[in-house]
């Protein structure tokens, strides 16, 4: 009898008797920890990354809002001498933009066309370039001083205007006057498929080589007031940077190039090579010198859409063929429908030297002089343009200014393929 508490207290059976009795918790207890401590450890890593993906953009965010607390407007951006030019031409609070629609994506942010309704009620169709949202100073300065350029510039019935803009609060946008049916080159196509002499009476549609006359005179006094008054190159001349309006009233557009070369920005400067090279005199393909005389060379270019309806320049050429051809005193064929006089300016505007080209104050007496012998007879082009094509043909598929498609079909819908 005493000797039964010893069966368990003996050297050789404690262990023996530990282990039968702490043995099953053991086997539960420690994998339960290592599982629970590898999931809290996982779980920790996930919520790590999480943490991190959140705070980069909150930071960008919380960076910038540290560097620019309040909205860019002309105040925080450009000098009071800025602000003061600016200030007639705000948008004023009576005045309604509506029905605004995307366009297309400018260089400094979406263009959209819409109606400017006045206080009396009046309305007129207009096109509204916007500063694309973000806090980018250098941007928005830019942008003021876009403003600041077409308020200066554009004083003159040729020119594309400007009605208002909004520079003192966000967001910032100019509002311009646009003309109807508007785009010149776009308008050129349309002609294609309007049926010869369906419309006598008006001359937006009975296109003849007087109409080429007419509008030309117009692109030509506007090209020539903003070099005498304002020293400006306009460095893109081509059908698709002129609008077209009723009574067949031309204005000058596509104003970017002469912009950056007015601001002499190194950053700006480079923009010269968009120019499509069809378009380009020579001595601005191999020298990047651009001055007035280059852009009469491309108002050579600009007669040959006119009196064909829109045809890309050099059609059978690749546009790096372009220049070892007119180095050789190739020139473009005389186009069907193009009189002699048409053609002679055209010739006159393509002189390799550019000291031999004529003035625009030149063309202009030239182009009246020659009037009375255009011919009347509304241009036929049957042929629809294949923008795909055009573009190709243009050298414009490799550009940043590819074309839009502009057709509209009969139940309101945008052709993928013909224009």
Same mark, same amino acid.
Request: a positive charge.
């Given at each position: *009898?005493?000797?039964?508490?010893?069966? %368990?207290?003996?050297?050789?059976?404690?262990?023996?008797?530990?282990?039968? @009795?702490?043995?099953?918790?053991?086997?539960?207890?420690?994998?339960?920890?290592?599982?629970?401590?590898?999931?809290?450890?996982?779980?920790?890593?996930?919520?790590?990354?999480?943490?991190?993906?959140?705070?980069?953009? @909150?930071?960008?965010?919380?960076?910038?809002?540290?560097?620019?607390?309040?909205?860019?407007?002309?105040?925080?951006?450009?000098?009071?001498?800025?602000?003061? &030019?600016?200030? =007639?031409?705000?948008?004023?609070?009576? %005045?309604?933009?509506?029905?605004?629609?995307?366009?297309?994506?400018?260089?400094?942010?979406?263009?959209?066309?819409?109606?400017?309704?006045?206080?009396?009620?009046?309305?007129?169709?207009?096109?509204?370039?916007?500063?694309?949202?973000?806090?980018?100073? =250098?941007?928005?300065?830019?942008?003021?001083?876009?403003?600041?350029?077409?308020?200066?510039?554009?004083?003159?019935?040729?020119?594309?205007? *400007?009605?208002?803009?909004?520079?003192?609060?966000? =967001?910032?946008?100019?509002?311009?006057?646009?003309?109807?049916?508007?785009?010149?080159?776009?308008?050129?196509?349309?002609?294609?498929?309007?049926?010869?002499?369906?419309?006598? &009476?008006?001359?937006?549609?009975?296109?003849?080589?007087?109409?080429?006359?007419?509008? &030309?005179?117009?692109?030509?006094?506007?090209?020539?007031?903003?070099?005498?008054?304002?020293?400006?190159?306009?460095?893109?001349?081509?059908?698709?940077?002129?609008?077209?309006?009723?009574?067949? @009233?031309?204005?000058?557009?596509?104003?970017?190039?002469?912009?950056g070369g007015r601001r002499m920005d190194?950053?700006?400067?480079?923009?010269?090579?968009?120019?499509?090279?069809?378009?380009?005199?020579?001595?601005?393909?191999?020298?990047?010198?651009?001055?007035?005389? @280059?852009?009469?060379?491309?108002?050579? /270019?600009?007669?040959?859409?006119?009196?064909?309806?829109?045809?890309?320049?050099?059609?059978?050429?690749?546009?790096?063929?372009?220049?070892?051809?007119?180095?050789?005193?190739?020139? *473009?064929?005389? =186009?069907?429908?193009?009189?002699?006089?048409?053609?002679?300016?055209?010739?006159?505007?393509?002189?390799?030297?550019?000291?031999?080209?004529?003035?625009?104050s030149a063309i202009i007496k030239l182009?009246?002089?020659?009037?009375?012998?255009?011919?009347?007879?509304? /241009?036929?082009?049957?042929?629809?343009?294949?923008?795909?094509?055009?573009?190709?043909?243009?050298?414009?598929?490799?550009?940043?200014?590819?074309?839009?498609?502009?057709?509209?079909?009969?139940?309101?819908?945008?052709?993928?393929?013909?224009?």
């Amino acid at each position: *009898m005493p000797a039964a508490p010893h069966e %368990c207290s003996n050297d050789t059976s404690l262990p023996t008797c530990s282990e039968e @009795s702490a043995g099953p918790l053991a086997l539960i207890i420690i994998p339960c920890l290592l599982a629970v401590s590898t999931v809290f450890v996982v779980a920790l890593i996930f919520y790590s990354l999480h943490r991190n993906k959140q705070r980069e953009p @909150s930071t960008t965010a919380h960076f910038a809002n540290g560097q620019q607390s309040a909205p860019l407007t002309a105040a925080s951006v450009s000098t009071p001498k800025v602000q003061a &030019a600016l200030k =007639p031409w705000e948008i004023p609070e009576e %005045c309604v933009l509506e029905g605004l629609e995307f366009w297309q994506t400018g260089r400094r942010g979406p263009i959209c066309k819409g109606l400017l309704r006045k206080r009396d009620g009046n309305s007129s169709a207009v096109v509204v370039k916007s500063l694309r949202d973000g806090p980018d100073q =250098p941007e928005a300065k830019e942008f003021v001083e876009w403003a600041l350029f077409h308020a200066t510039v554009c004083k003159h019935e040729n020119v594309v205007r *400007m009605l208002y803009s909004q520079t003192n609060r966000v =967001p910032m946008y100019l509002v311009l006057d646009a003309y109807t049916p508007g785009n010149l080159l776009h308008h050129l196509w349309t002609l294609r498929n309007v049926t010869k002499n369906s419309n006598a &009476a008006d001359p937006l549609l009975n296109f003849s080589e007087r109409s080429v006359f007419l509008v &030309a005179k117009q692109v030509a006094a506007g090209l020539d007031y903003l070099m005498s008054e304002h020293r400006l190159v306009h460095g893109d001349v081509a059908a698709r940077n002129i609008l077209i309006g009723p009574g067949l @009233s031309a204005r000058v557009s596509g104003l970017g190039v002469a912009f950056g070369g007015r601001r002499m920005d190194s950053a700006i400067r480079p923009r010269a090579v968009e120019v499509p090279l069809k378009w380009q005199a020579p001595e601005r393909i191999m020298m990047q010198l651009s001055i007035d005389r @280059s852009d009469v060379w491309s108002f050579g /270019i600009l007669l040959y859409e006119l009196i064909t309806l829109g045809s890309p320049p050099y059609p059978e050429l690749e546009p790096v063929a372009v220049l070892p051809k007119l180095q050789g005193s190739y020139r *473009m064929k005389r =186009p069907q429908n193009c009189g002699a006089p048409l053609y002679d300016l055209m010739k006159y505007c393509w002189m390799w030297s550019f000291k031999d080209r004529p003035a625009f104050s030149a063309i202009i007496k030239l182009l009246e002089s020659s009037l009375p012998l255009a011919a009347t007879e509304a /241009i036929c082009a049957p042929e629809v343009i294949d923008l795909f094509e055009y573009n190709r043909k243009a050298g414009l598929l490799s550009h940043a200014r590819v074309l839009p498609n502009m057709a509209t079909s009969t139940d309101g819908k945008q052709s993928a393929q013909k224009v």
